[in-house]
């Protein structure tokens, strides 16, 4: 699901229409990180994330935020309320290429990802960056 803040709850009810169908949240939920508008992300980020049936992907946040600009702890409050709202079991973690060169390239996400992940357990981190996709979509 690729929306913007505002059509969140479109979603929403697309997931409460096929609760056998299994969809993911793409990049945080499209929050305007460079806009640093929380509103009304937040909120629908906590309403979607009681729908078992999705997922959200820790993804294209550097898209979002200020290419010149950005830190990690720009970064930071979006991807910690994800996790909060879904729990480290229904999040996976997205590359975005070639998109995240908008915010950096790859290298950086890469960076920042591993930055923002420094205060977790080993499972949380090996659930997010691998785990999660791999039950998620059956890889084995």
Not at 12 to 40: R, S, T, Y
Not at 60 to 78: I, Q
Not at 105 to 124: M, V
Request: glycine share 8%; hydrophobic share 45%.
């Amino acid at each position: 699901l690729v929306v913007l803040p505002h059509q969140i709850p479109k979603a929403m009810a697309l997931a409460d229409l096929a609760p056998d169908v299994q969809f993911v949240l793409d990049h945080c939920g499209v929050p305007d990180i460079k806009g640093n508008a929380e509103h009304p992300w937040h909120e629908h980020m906590e309403a979607i994330a009681k729908r078992p049936n999705v997922t959200a992907k820790i993804s294209g946040v550097v898209a979002y935020a200020d290419p010149a600009t950005w830190t990690v702890d720009t970064l930071r409050p979006y991807v910690e309320h994800t996790i909060g709202s879904f729990g480290w079991d229904r999040v996976i973690w997205g590359s975005d290429w070639p998109v995240c060169t908008l915010g950096g390239g790859l290298t950086t996400w890469i960076a920042a990802t591993h930055a923002l992940l420094a205060g977790a357990s080993e499972s949380e981190r090996t659930r997010l960056l691998s785990g999660n996709a791999r039950r998620l979509w059956r890889l084995g």
